[in-house]
């Protein structure tokens, strides 16, 4: 019903930053705590951030505190990952997700997800 598309993937050196979005169809998007995962090739689909309904709450692993900031504009339904200080460990297929209502960094908790859009850090 919520379908979410991600977008602003790519090549990045070491160091580098980039911001990727993610859009949101339907007109209820303010509804849903939103939240960033990753998956790197044989490894499980990790927590990177959430952010509450309002904008007002956000949540970070341990891994990305400091360098990553979600944030979201819920006039343009969009969620944002701004990500600064990328490092090797970083590279992953980032997926953007949406639930109405649970623990924000639990997988299963989540309801809607994205296609996915590839971030791959270079030395």
């Known amino acids: 019903q919520v379908q979410l598309v991600e977008s602003g993937g790519g090549l990045v050196q070491a160091g580098g930053s980039l911001r990727l979005s993610c859009a949101a169809s339907?007109?209820?998007?303010?509804?849903?705590?939103m939240g960033w995962f990753r998956q790197a090739p044989g490894k499980e689909r990790e927590f990177v951030a959430a952010?509450?309904?309002?904008?007002?709450?956000?949540y970070y692993a341990d891994s990305v505190k400091g360098r990553f900031t979600i944030s979201r504009d819920n006039g343009k339904n969009t969620v944002y990952l701004q990500m600064n200080s990328l490092k090797l460990e970083d590279t992953a297929v980032y997926y953007c997700?949406?639930?109405?209502?649970?623990?924000?960094?639990?997988?299963?908790?989540?309801?809607?997800w994205g296609r996915g859009t590839q971030v791959t850090v270079s030395s």
């Open positions: 997700a949406a639930q109405s209502g649970g623990r924000a960094s639990v997988r299963a908790e989540y309801d809607y």
């Open positions: 339907g007109r209820s998007f303010s509804l849903y705590l």
């Open positions: 952010v509450l309904r309002s904008g007002g709450g956000t």
